[in-house]
Nanobody
């Protein structure tokens, strides 16, 4: 069965850092593009970053400089390093595995709260 298991969310102070992980199983991880999204209360789900099967990276313009996506195919895991966190980063963060428009999987989401 396909699984995307996220971890690393929690409560952090403004200016702090957090590293999210998403461990994948049940499919050929190395063949999929992986991405991170987030959704704050009352707002649309927004793309943060994508890392392709070939390891190229793309970021939403607003995320460049603070957020870094990476993957470790040997561990079937994608990461999101988040630095200099701000209260407006508070959201549920989701990972996604994409093979095609017709074949994609979502993680369950993990809560990130940035607050003093």
């Amino acid at each position: 069965q396909v699984q995307l298991v996220e971890s690393g969310g929690g409560l952090v102070q403004p200016g702090g850092s957090l590293r999210l992980s998403c461990a994948a199983s049940g499919f050929t991880f190395s063949s999929y593009a992986m991405s991170w999204y987030r959704q704050a209360p009352g707002k649309e789900r927004e793309l943060i970053a994508v890392i392709s099967a070939g390891n190229s990276r793309n970021y939403a313009d607003s995320m460049k400089g603070r957020f870094t996506i990476s993957r470790d195919n040997a561990k079937n895991t994608v990461y999101l390093q988040m630095n200099n966190l701000k209260p407006e980063d508070t959201a549920v963060y989701y990972c996604k595995a994409t093979r095609s428009r017709e074949l994609a999987y979502w993680g369950q989401g993990t809560q990130v709260t940035v607050s003093s």
